[in-house]
């Protein structure tokens, strides 16, 4: 079955660096990575996510890109600042089925003031 | 106007107890979770309904029972409470299965069991 690995497990970057965290996956027929930010004591919460017919989305600062032929996928955020210190999950949907996503174990951010 | 609203917030409760968490969303959403995180922030499934109907059973034990009245509800019942179920327990919702569509999470039930 698919299988979502998240690299690293925390990363601490100075305010207004970059950051890039990192996913591969298992399964070719997958074609749906959403990226997940949860906040302390928060629920996860959708912050962008692309599908398999595209290599590369952006929303402000942050971007995802995918190499479908290497089967990774990473999450960048740009000039980083305090709030976006969180754990940030992986996703990735499996081709035999349309209810479940599998999970990344997640990265701790820290962003430095 | 909470989306996914999951009631108790925190729980402490001696082993062997049931307990139940309740889980309401007001989004229209056909599919439901639930998703158990341990205290290394691993996010695993536990059950899906969609339109009332179980579409996922992760390997749970049976002590877990979801319950859906209806498809804005999905509550969650454990029996028998061991230490080991200690975990934040997070509800979600989303429109039609998760490909391609946002899950929207609840804030979480944070279950501590002494």
């Known amino acids: 079955g698919e299988n979502v690995e998240q690299h690293p497990s925390t990363l601490s970057v100075q305010e207004g660096d970059s950051a890039v965290i990192k996913c591969t996956y298992s399964?070719?027929?997958?074609?749906?990575f959403p990226w997940y930010k949860q906040e302390l004591g928060k629920g996860p919460q959708l912050i962008i996510d692309?599908?398999?017919n595209v290599g590369e989305k952006k929303d402000q600062r942050i971007a995802v890109t995918l190499n479908k032929t290497a089967k990774h996928f990473s999450l960048h955020i740009t000039e980083t600042q305090p709030e976006d210190s969180a754990v940030y999950f992986c996703a990735a949907t499996p081709g035999h089925s349309n209810y479940q996503l599998i999970w990344g174990a997640g990265t701790k951010l820290i962003i430095k003031p | 106007d909470t989306a996914v609203s999951q009631t108790p917030k925190y729980l402490v409760t001696q082993m062997g107890n049931d307990k139940s968490i309740k889980c309401e969303q007001n989004l229209g959403h056909d599919t439901m979770y639930w998703y158990k995180q341990d205290s290394k922030k691993f996010l695993k499934i536990m059950f899906s309904y969609n339109n009332k109907e179980l579409i996922i059973n992760e390997t749970v034990p049976n002590r877990f029972s979801p319950k859906s009245p209806d498809k804005a509800h999905l509550n969650l019942h454990i029996n028998s409470l061991e230490l080991g179920d200690s975990a934040v327990y997070f509800c979600?919702?989303?429109?039609?299965?998760?490909?391609?569509?946002?899950?929207?999470f609840g804030e979480g039930s944070w279950l501590t069991v002494v």
């Open positions: 399964d070719s027929a997958s074609n749906y």
């Open positions: 692309i599908r398999s």
């Open positions: 979600a919702s989303s429109p039609t299965g998760d490909r391609g569509n946002t899950i929207y």
